[in-house]
Structures are given as structure tokens and as C-alpha cells.
């Protein structure tokens, strides 16, 4: 569609004000974004019609966004997520974008909202080269910038919560994974429990009492390869009770 030069700059702008709700509101999302702006410049949107000002669908702004602020819808976010094995060795990961991960991982459901896990946040690299002699599937932590280790704490479990850390700390894991795919970093989930060996093993390292339990070790940094899930759609592992 052609537009004229102040089309081109209203559209600007409106993607702007966008950009600004996102910018306020660190939690929000895109598509939430897009329609608090078109709900509240609907009224803009008709007295502007006769002078050539026109807003575009929220689908159409969403694609400008994209390419021009580098957004990505949830989807998009778990399509592109991808186990990350070599890293831009010494890349800095701020702590602004490590609380951000830590905070995603935080916002994840548990059982009775027992909210059973601690993390260990580990950027010391003796401590990276400990890990690797323990857990033989970690050496990414070699390049990557840090490593968080996801825990569950035994005593933060209620009756009706008891024993269902593992679905807890794997929702927390998941939601870590896809934020830190939209900030552009790489992750890797090294699992730790259920191994008997390997949750001795870190306990040590870490001096964890024994209501802590090591769940899983997740590698970050910046990706020194491409993104790309490896997963797909089958049908045939979906059952369908109508």
C-alpha cells in the first residue's frame, strides 16, 4: 500500500506510543499492547479517516513491530527456543537480564501455590569448571556466561503439594527457557534429579541441606549458534474425546 509521507509518519509514531506501553509495562504483552493502543485511539482513528490518517490492523502493526523492534509472539517464542551448546565465550548477560529470567521462572504455577524452588545463580567460573567435572553433560558451561541451578526446598511443600516438585520446578525451568529465548540468549537444561549421584554430587559442591534438592543445571549465554526448534506437530500422539 502506498502512503504518503505523513501516513508514513503517523504510523511511526503510533508503533512508537506501542513501543512505550511496553517500555512502562515490563510485563505486558505485545498483543496486550496493541489493543490498549487501538482501544483507546479508536475515537482518533474516525475523526482522522477524511485527512488521510489511518490506523492499519493490529495483525498488520504487529508485523512492523516485529521487524523493526524485534517482537515475537508467545508462539514464535517457543518455536524458536533451542537447546544451546556453544556460546560467544566472555559475553556479558547483564544482571537487569538475569532477575528478568529469575522473575519468569518465579511467575510459574505449583501445586497449591507452594511456590517450592530456590536458584543458585552461578557466574563464577571455578565453580563452572566444578560443575563440568560432576556432570558430564554440562560442558557448554565451558563458553556459556553462567549457569542457574533450579532447586526444589522440600519444606516449602503442604500437604496436598507434597512430592509434586518435579512438575513445579519443570514449569519454572520452561518459562526460564522461553524468556531467555525472547531476550536473545541461549539456554541448555541439564538435568540433575532424579539421579541419585548427581543430586549427591551437587549438594556437596553447593553445601545444600537436605530439604534442597538440585533439580536441574541451565546453562546461559549469548548463542555462538543458530536458534531453531527441533520439535513438531504429531498428530498421532493426540488423542481427541469429543
Known amino acids: 500500500m502506498n502512503r504518503t509521507k505523513e501516513q508514513e509518519f503517523l504510523i511511526q509514531n503510533m508503533i512508537s506510543q ?4 511496553i517500555a512502562e509495562d515490563k510485563n505486558i504483552l505485545v498483543e496486550d499492547a496493541l489493543k490498549s493502543f487501538f482501544d483507546t485511539n479508536i475515537s482518533k482513528k474516525i475523526e482522522d479517516v477524511e485527512t488521510g490518517y489511518y490506523l492499519e490492523s493490529p495483525s498488520y502493526v504487529y508485523e512492523i513491530l516485529k521487524k523493526e523492534e524485534g517482537f515475537m509472539s508467545v508462539n514464535e517464542i517457543i518455536k524458536k527456543r533451542k537447546s544451546i551448546r556453544k556460546y560467544e565465550k566472555g559475553a556479558v548477560v547483564t544482571e537487569e537480564q538475569i532477575k528478568t529470567i529469575l522473575e519468569a521462572g518465579m511467575l510459574a504455577p505449583s501445586a497449591c501455590n507452594s511456590r517450592p524452588f530456590q ?4 557466574r563464577n567460573r571455578e565453580k563452572l569448571e566444578e560443575i563440568m567435572k560432576i556432570h558430564p ?3 557448554m558451561l565451558e563458553t556459556a556466561s553462567l549457569a542457574i541451578i533450579v532447586c526444589a526446598d522440600l519444606n516449602l511443600q503442604n500437604e496436598i503439594s507434597e512430592g509434586y516438585f518435579p512438575e513445579d520446578c ?3 525451568t520452561e518459562n526460564m527457557l522461553l524468556q531467555a529465548t525472547e531476550l536473545e540468549l541461549g539456554t541448555c537444561w541439564c538435568g540433575v534429579y532424579p539421579k541419585e549421584d548427581k543430586v549427591a554430587n551437587f549438594r556437596k559442591l553447593f553445601n545444600l541441606p537436605e530439604n ?3 533439580f536441574n543445571v541451565i546453562a546461559v549465554g549469548k548463542p555462538a549458534e543458530e536458534f531453531g526448534s527441533r520439535g513438531f506437530y504429531e498428530e498421532e500422539k493426540v488423542t481427541w474425546i469429543d
Open 18 to 21: 506501542i513501543v512505550s506501553y
Open 119 to 122: 536458584f543458585i545463580v552461578v
Open 137 to 139: 553433560y554440562t560442558q
Open 170 to 172: 519443570g514449569a519454572v
Open 212 to 214: 534442597i534438592v538440585p
